[in-house]
């Protein structure tokens, strides 16, 4: 046989002949393309659901930032303070200060019931309770509109992310909490973090709501710099006054994403999986019949000369086509769909909402597009096979 | 039946086409049966013992407590027949990652309200006579290996005992198991007094009650009675069928679980769309054959049926391995360990899904084989 050259136009002569022949095989091919861009588009989305969530959680803490909970406490939930503790946690070594003092912000954090905008029926809303610290703890805070509560006073703010997904959380609304109905007097945004899901308002208020005298569940804390925990640790946690677990902000979050990120993950894949044998299914019936609608043509190309090494190839490119072709549409129609999509789902550590929204990126997409190309090349894999095989004088005679 | 033989050579005819359909409808009825299953676990499969049974919550939030002293209150409103109060627990055995649910009740009154946990007799009465027994459903004590007699201990992430130690324990008395498919038996219970009395703190509250109504028509009006009784007091309460609140909990988790669904669905329909075309596909193919068939003598209905049941059988068969295939899969349980206890594939969807495939293989098959019956045979035998 001659150089590559010759091989190559002879691959792309087949290649073009299989390609133009497609509009005569419409059905057929339009089914193993649909069902590719199903398995593109199901992986995409459900992949971002993953990936909205855990960029929420991410966002949540910063590398310089740590949190202090009572000892043998997993979330904010079930830890508990006295003010004498928050005190000793406050003077630790390592916090960054400002002119009013050390960076750290003793919190509490409750639920309340607040009705969902899209069901109408009652989720739970994480409430905290805040100090003056948190604004400068939490750097990525700003108010978006309306202003901030006034200490000592029954008001709140709300979170974008709250705001968008339950009812009357709007400013001049009031939300009811017992007895109280507490105006919201603004809107915050946090930086796209866990604290956007969230209603706050002075600790001091929420103490006196709850009863809960002068306790506090957690302390935030911003660090001089993210060197400076190991020092703060081990003050904290040797100090015999007090009983308490201290953590990165950003390992504490990653924490509480690992089980929800897992769990959609491994359900997307699986899922994906599936679709994928189905689809492979599909690609191989439409190209072991794209091959026997041309058995002759491809006999009489290898009876001309063609080599058996250039139809296997253009049989492959062919499939590779279609199921990129695929693997765009149904990319397109995950970015389309679900990018930016907000929600709100249940954090089962924090047993309260948290808003966050769909994250179509461009990693999810090539993931996409590989999946695509896997399924092209076993698709076409086994009839680009049974093509070259073809005994030519026995396909020959078909005519 | 003269023309079963017929049907199946004609699916031998191209073996492998017929079994990648075959494989492309079964995959399809896998994930179906995989669906039904997540939608089953998110919904919770509320029974029907639900009907006549209302769950009185804290206004504010479940986590705020009750008093306990609201059951002989609520017991005093007309309508009511019984309220048991539990409360959470939290607790922890071994791993934070081991989960399921503890609550401390009073033992009589809670399998009275509950009669689909069934637990035996003297289990009861052992129950009855320890202080420190727990009972626990079937599901949790496999998934650990307890045994009657063993002491369990649990360390609760709320509850710290009076000397400041968090590890309870409990001496399993007793293994229930459950009346229904979709009754939970994964939670342990235990004895409120000895609760009570061993806790630091929240002493005389509880986390909630549930109240079984007389008449299961009057739910709705007796669960505003409830809320209108405990109205401007510290702590106002919230009823709603336990239908009602179990769907809310899986309302919670969000449209997360519906989109979830819908792509499934999606995936469902598009794998189908793939499967039809492949079998219309067949039959295209055969123009020539069935209009031999007619030159022989053939009635048109006979090649309408011989078509149809062709595509049916195709269906059915790849439906129902792939059924078979999904209830194996699901019947090893739940696939988080414990966050979905009602994970399982739920009898009535098998039969939809068999109807389903029945209604796949018509669907492929009609046109296909309305087109065969319309065939005259001169046009068909120029076509070879």
Redesign the interface.
Known sequence: MAGPVNWLSQVASVTKFGLLSIPQRRASVSAAVIGIAGVVAVLVGVLSIAVGFRKTMDASGAPDAAIVLRSGADSEMVSGFLRPDTRVIADAPGLARSDKGPLASAELFVIINLPKRSTGTDANVPLRGVENEAFAVRDSFKIVQGRRFEPGKDEVIVGIGAAGQFASLEVGNKIKVGRYEWPVVGIFSAGGGTAESEIWTDASVLQGTYHRGDSFQSVYTKLISPSAFQQFKDALTSDPRLNVKVMRQTDYYAEQSTAVTKLITTLGVLVASLMAVGAVFGALNTMYSAVSARTREIATLRALGFGSGSVVVSVMLESLVLALLGGAIGAGIAYLAFNGFQTATMNFQSFSQVTFAFQVTSQLLVQGIVWATVIGLIGGLFPALRAARLPIAAALREL | MKFVHLIWSNLKRKK??TG??L??VL??F??FG?LAS?KQALSGGVSLEGANRLVVRQ??????LLPESYKARMERIPGVDLAVYQTWF?GIYQD?KNFFMQNPVVPEEFLNMHPEFILPPEQKQAWLATRTGAIVGRKTAERFHWKIGQKVPI?S??WAQTDGS?TWEFDIVGIYSGRDKNTDTTPLFFRYDYFEEARAGGKGQVGWYTIRVKDPSQAAAVAKLVDQEFE?S?Y?T?SEPEGAFV??WA??????AL??AS??G??FF??L???G??M??TVRERTGELGVLKAIGFTNGQVLTLVLAESCLVAVLGGAMGLALAWLITSGGD??GG?LPQFFFPHRDLWVGLGLSLVLGLATGIFPAVAAMRLRVADALRRI
């Open positions: 492998l086409r990648l359909t494989l492309s995959v399809a896998v994930l995989l997540i206004k504010v939030s479940i986590i705020n939290g934070a360390q992430s709320i968090r401007n510290p106002e919230k769907q809310g309302k919670q988790v969000g449209n997360i989109i979830t792509i499934l999606a995936v598009t794998i769309l793939v499967a075309n492949t219309s596909q696939p988080t966050m």
